[in-house]
């Protein structure tokens, strides 16, 4: 046993680097990284970091190393990005996101995650550009995972997931989508302008898309729930306030149709819709043969299709 102990003493001495030995190592990194051998200086910093951690003399070596190791590999994968090779350069650009996460260094990470979610965005191009949404979805959810700032993945993302839904029928994909859409359009900063005024073009197409498919299936309960589903995440969405009472006007549950219009007119900014709104409640009160509130509701209707059949709804009920 004594001979043992012995021995893995010795096993520690040798494994385990003075000061001045780790500064020699940390010099070679320093040089290689200064001569832009990244993968060098890599393996000496990392080699600094593994071997200093417990050296308090050498402290100052391995929070430098711990620095620059995330810059490294963030290097090599711009080295490889602009060589083409993508898979190489999603594999650096993570690493360097990692390490700095590790290590501290929220800017590093941030800006190593854009470029993890610029290489999902040219892997998950080919897939999306031939229609693959599925495989598009997934790389692309990846890339949004670690950048969701990115406004031009992030569309393609909810477009694939929309699609989805259009070739499939499962609301859980046009779900996601509208998720990504909602996220989208939340955001506030100027740069993201031209994003927000698509993404909000495409929820409205999409869930119109979504109306459509469901209504050739008389499944105006589906609308509904997604409808219910879009105001739990936004309460203020006029487009579902709209899509829901029109589906409810389809049932014919004129009940409901009163309780919710004046809701759904109030939160529409496009005077047509308001207008919309106020005829399918007329049309409620007039099924249910509430004349003076159906009188007040078709009043309402001033402008698009709507004012033409809510002025022939008043005078048919004037006589």
């Known amino acids: 046993m004594k001979k043992l102990f012995v021995s893995v003493i010795a096993l520690l001495a040798a494994v385990s680097l003075s000061a001045q030995d780790l500064t020699a190592i940390y010099n070679e990194a320093a040089a290689a990284y200064g001569a832009k051998n990244y993968a060098g200086a890599a393996a000496k910093f990392e080699q600094v970091i593994d071997q200093g951690l417990?050296?308090?003399d050498a402290a100052?070596?391995?929070?430098?190393?711990?620095k620059t190791l995330p810059n490294c590999y963030f290097y090599l994968g711009g080295g490889a990005l602009k060589a083409k090779n993508y898979d190489e350069a999603l594999k650096n650009f993570t690493k360097s996101a990692e390490l700095a996460e590790l290590y501290g260094d929220m800017n590093q990470m941030a800006k190593a995650n854009g470029w993890v979610a610029k290489m999902y965005q040219i892997q998950g191009g080919d897939a999306f550009n031939n229609k693959d949404y599925v495989t598009a979805a997934g790389i692309f959810e990846k890339g949004y995972k670690a950048d969701p700032d990115n406004t031009d993945m992030a569309l393609n993302l909810a477009?694939?997931?929309?699609?989805?839904?259009?070739n499939t029928g499962d609301m859980a994909q046009y779900e996601k989508g509208m998720d990504v859409y909602e996220?989208?359009?939340?955001?506030?900063?100027?740069?993201?302008a031209e994003?927000?005024?698509k993404a909000k073009e495409m929820m409205t197409l999409y869930t119109n898309n979504m109306v459509a498919k469901l209504q050739e299936a008389n499944n105006f309960d589906g609308i509904i729930a997604a409808a219910d589903a879009m105001l739990a995440k936004n309460p203020a969405s006029a487009l579902a306030e709209k899509v829901r009472?029109?589906?409810?006007?389809n049932k014919k549950d004129f009940s409901k149709v009163i309780e919710l219009a004046d809701s759904a007119a109030n939160a529409q900014t496009d005077p047509e819709d308001k207008s919309l709104m106020y005829y399918l409640l007329g049309a409620a009160y007039n099924a249910k043969e509430m004349k003076p509130?159906?009188?007040a509701a078709f009043q309402k209707v001033t402008a698009g299709p709507a004012a033409e059949s809510a002025k022939a709804a008043l005078a048919e009920l004037s006589k």
Do not use: G
């Not at 100052?60 to 711990?66: N, P, Q």
């Not at 996220?183 to 993201?192: G, R, V």
């Not at 009472?245 to 006007?249: D, E, H, I, R, S």
């Open 293 to 295: 509130q159906a009188i």
């Open 54 to 56: 417990d050296n308090e």
């Open 245 to 249: 009472l029109q589906a409810y006007a």
């Open 60 to 66: 100052s070596l391995v929070a430098t190393a711990k």
């Open 183 to 192: 996220a989208i359009a939340a955001k506030t900063h100027p740069k993201y």
């Open 195 to 197: 994003a927000v005024a």
């Open 159 to 166: 477009m694939s997931y929309c699609e989805m839904f259009m």
